[in-house]
Protein backbone atom coordinates (compact mmCIF):
# COMPACT_ATOMS: atom_id res chain seq x y z
CA UNK A 1 0.00 0.00 0.00
CA UNK A 2 1.47 3.31 -0.83
CA UNK A 3 -0.23 5.65 1.16
CA UNK A 4 -3.04 5.73 3.79
CA UNK A 5 -5.91 6.56 1.24
CA UNK A 6 -5.80 2.79 -0.10
CA UNK A 7 -6.71 1.75 3.10
CA UNK A 8 -10.60 2.78 2.56
CA UNK A 9 -10.50 -0.09 -0.08
CA UNK A 10 -9.92 -2.74 2.78
CA UNK A 11 -11.69 -1.27 5.97
CA UNK A 12 -15.24 -2.82 4.32
CA UNK A 13 -13.72 -6.25 4.60
CA UNK A 14 -12.84 -6.03 8.34
CA UNK A 15 -15.90 -3.72 9.07
CA UNK A 16 -17.86 -6.91 8.90
CA UNK A 17 -15.54 -8.56 11.81
CA UNK A 18 -15.91 -5.89 14.44
CA UNK A 19 -17.04 -8.03 17.12
CA UNK A 20 -14.68 -10.50 17.10
CA UNK A 21 -11.85 -7.57 16.19
CA UNK A 22 -12.54 -6.17 19.78
CA UNK A 23 -12.72 -9.81 21.26
CA UNK A 24 -9.36 -9.59 20.01
CA UNK A 25 -8.51 -6.50 21.42
CA UNK A 26 -10.44 -7.29 24.64
CA UNK A 27 -7.77 -10.62 24.92
CA UNK A 28 -5.00 -8.71 24.19
CA UNK A 29 -5.56 -5.43 26.68
CA UNK A 30 -6.17 -8.76 29.33
CA UNK A 31 -2.89 -10.02 28.29
CA UNK A 32 -0.99 -6.64 29.30
CA UNK A 33 -3.26 -6.25 32.29
CA UNK A 34 -1.67 -9.87 33.64
CA UNK A 35 1.76 -7.78 33.55
CA UNK A 36 0.87 -5.23 35.70
CA UNK A 37 1.22 -7.31 39.09
CA UNK A 38 4.74 -8.22 38.11
CA UNK A 39 6.79 -5.38 38.65
CA UNK A 40 4.99 -4.83 42.10
CA UNK A 41 5.75 -8.70 43.25
CA UNK A 42 9.02 -7.93 41.68
CA UNK A 43 9.67 -5.32 43.97
CA UNK A 44 8.26 -6.91 47.39
CA UNK A 45 10.46 -9.88 46.52
CA UNK A 46 13.41 -7.69 46.35
CA UNK A 47 13.03 -5.34 49.67
CA UNK A 48 11.27 -7.47 51.61
CA UNK A 49 11.12 -11.07 51.09
CA UNK A 50 14.30 -11.88 50.03
CA UNK A 51 16.22 -9.88 52.66
CA UNK A 52 14.12 -11.30 55.34
CA UNK A 53 14.61 -14.56 54.55
CA UNK A 54 10.77 -15.56 54.16
CA UNK A 55 10.65 -19.15 52.30
CA UNK A 56 6.36 -18.98 52.69
CA UNK A 57 5.97 -15.50 50.89
CA UNK A 58 8.81 -16.60 47.88
CA UNK A 59 6.82 -19.50 47.15
CA UNK A 60 3.57 -17.93 47.09
CA UNK A 61 4.90 -15.11 44.42
CA UNK A 62 6.40 -17.72 42.48
CA UNK A 63 2.86 -19.04 42.14
CA UNK A 64 1.38 -16.61 41.80
CA UNK A 65 3.73 -15.11 38.97
CA UNK A 66 3.73 -18.55 37.59
CA UNK A 67 -0.15 -18.60 37.75
CA UNK A 68 0.14 -15.34 35.86
CA UNK A 69 2.68 -16.48 33.20
CA UNK A 70 0.98 -19.43 32.20
CA UNK A 71 -2.90 -17.15 32.29
CA UNK A 72 -1.09 -14.53 29.90
CA UNK A 73 0.18 -17.33 27.82
CA UNK A 74 -2.55 -19.46 27.64
CA UNK A 75 -5.12 -16.06 26.91
CA UNK A 76 -2.62 -15.51 23.98
CA UNK A 77 -2.44 -18.63 22.64
CA UNK A 78 -6.60 -18.18 21.99
CA UNK A 79 -6.37 -14.67 21.12
CA UNK A 80 -3.81 -15.64 17.62
CA UNK A 81 -6.06 -17.70 17.15
CA UNK A 82 -8.63 -15.78 17.08
CA UNK A 83 -6.94 -13.06 14.63
CA UNK A 84 -5.92 -16.16 12.16
CA UNK A 85 -9.19 -17.19 11.58
CA UNK A 86 -10.40 -13.22 11.34
CA UNK A 87 -7.49 -12.66 9.05
CA UNK A 88 -8.06 -16.15 7.12
CA UNK A 89 -11.77 -15.12 6.48
CA UNK A 90 -11.03 -11.36 5.64
CA UNK A 91 -7.91 -12.43 3.06
CA UNK A 92 -10.23 -15.33 1.58
CA UNK A 93 -13.51 -12.17 0.95
CA UNK A 94 -10.78 -9.97 -0.13
CA UNK A 95 -9.65 -12.88 -3.06
CA UNK A 96 -12.81 -14.17 -3.86
CA UNK A 97 -13.87 -9.87 -4.57
CA UNK A 98 -10.66 -9.94 -7.00
CA UNK A 99 -11.45 -12.71 -9.20
CA UNK A 100 -14.78 -11.96 -9.37
CA UNK A 101 -13.83 -8.60 -10.77
CA UNK A 102 -11.23 -10.51 -12.81
CA UNK A 103 -13.63 -12.99 -14.34
CA UNK A 104 -15.84 -9.87 -15.51
CA UNK A 105 -12.72 -8.48 -17.63
CA UNK A 106 -12.76 -9.14 -21.42
CA UNK A 107 -10.12 -11.88 -22.07
CA UNK A 108 -8.74 -9.43 -24.68
CA UNK A 109 -7.49 -7.43 -21.56
CA UNK A 110 -5.69 -10.07 -19.99
CA UNK A 111 -3.23 -11.18 -23.14
CA UNK A 112 -1.28 -8.22 -22.07
CA UNK A 113 -0.24 -10.32 -18.78
CA UNK A 114 1.75 -13.22 -18.86
CA UNK A 115 0.65 -16.69 -17.70
CA UNK A 116 0.07 -16.53 -14.26
CA UNK A 117 0.54 -12.62 -13.28
CA UNK A 118 -3.02 -11.98 -12.28
CA UNK A 119 -2.49 -14.72 -9.89
CA UNK A 120 0.57 -14.09 -8.38
CA UNK A 121 -0.52 -10.43 -8.01
CA UNK A 122 -3.72 -11.53 -6.24
CA UNK A 123 -1.62 -13.75 -4.16
CA UNK A 124 1.28 -11.54 -3.46
CA UNK A 125 -0.79 -8.54 -2.50
CA UNK A 126 -3.20 -10.64 -0.68
CA UNK A 127 -0.58 -12.11 1.53
CA UNK A 128 0.95 -8.52 2.17
CA UNK A 129 -2.42 -7.50 3.89
CA UNK A 130 -2.23 -10.39 5.70
CA UNK A 131 1.22 -10.12 7.07
CA UNK A 132 0.32 -6.15 8.00
CA UNK A 133 -2.48 -7.28 9.59
CA UNK A 134 -1.27 -10.18 11.31
CA UNK A 135 2.19 -9.39 12.28
CA UNK A 136 2.23 -5.55 11.83
CA UNK A 137 -1.17 -3.91 13.59
CA UNK A 138 -1.31 -6.79 16.34
CA UNK A 139 2.19 -5.78 17.34
CA UNK A 140 1.64 -2.29 17.63
CA UNK A 141 -1.93 -2.71 19.63
CA UNK A 142 0.63 -5.18 22.05
CA UNK A 143 3.30 -2.41 22.44
CA UNK A 144 1.13 0.33 22.61
CA UNK A 145 -0.79 -1.47 25.60
CA UNK A 146 2.28 -3.71 27.34
CA UNK A 147 3.97 0.49 27.57
CA UNK A 148 0.75 1.95 28.82
CA UNK A 149 0.47 -0.56 31.41
CA UNK A 150 4.71 -0.84 32.45
CA UNK A 151 4.44 3.17 32.73
CA UNK A 152 1.54 2.74 35.04
CA UNK A 153 2.79 0.22 36.93
CA UNK A 154 6.38 2.38 37.14
CA UNK A 155 4.04 5.42 37.91
CA UNK A 156 2.95 3.59 41.08
CA UNK A 157 6.50 2.40 41.89
CA UNK A 158 8.66 5.27 41.55
CA UNK A 159 7.09 8.25 39.82
CA UNK A 160 10.62 10.15 39.73
CA UNK A 161 11.60 7.06 37.76
CA UNK A 162 8.93 7.29 35.14
CA UNK A 163 9.39 10.97 34.20
CA UNK A 164 12.81 10.10 33.74
CA UNK A 165 11.97 7.39 31.51
CA UNK A 166 9.13 8.96 29.84
CA UNK A 167 11.23 12.16 29.03
CA UNK A 168 13.40 10.11 26.63
CA UNK A 169 10.36 8.76 24.84
CA UNK A 170 9.81 11.59 22.38
CA UNK A 171 13.94 11.37 21.15
CA UNK A 172 13.36 7.33 21.04
CA UNK A 173 10.39 8.07 18.80
CA UNK A 174 12.34 10.77 16.67
CA UNK A 175 15.24 8.19 16.11
CA UNK A 176 12.85 5.39 14.94
CA UNK A 177 10.74 7.74 12.92
CA UNK A 178 13.97 9.16 10.85
CA UNK A 179 15.66 5.74 10.75
CA UNK A 180 12.54 4.19 9.19
CA UNK A 181 12.67 6.79 6.89
CA UNK A 182 15.93 6.44 5.34
CA UNK A 183 15.56 2.39 5.68
CA UNK A 184 12.59 3.39 3.09
CA UNK A 185 14.67 5.17 1.04
CA UNK A 186 17.28 2.79 0.51
CA UNK A 187 14.71 0.14 -0.12
CA UNK A 188 13.22 2.26 -2.88
CA UNK A 189 16.61 2.77 -3.97
CA UNK A 190 17.47 -0.87 -4.53
CA UNK A 191 13.80 -1.62 -6.32
Partial sequence: MHNLKDIRHIL???????????????????????????????????????????????????????????ISKTIGYFQNQFFFRINNRIIL??????LKKINRIPL??????????????????????????????IGIIKDLLTLIVGLTALLFIHWKLALLS??????????AY????KNNTTVQDLL
Fill in 12 to 70: PYYRKYIPEIIISCIMILSISLLLLPTPFLTRRLFDKTIPESNYSELIIIIIIVSSLLI
Fill in 178 to 181: IFGK
Fill in 166 to 175: TAILPLFICT
Fill in 108 to 137: RKFQKFGNGYLISRINDDTMKLQNLFADTL
Fill in 93 to 98: NIRTDI
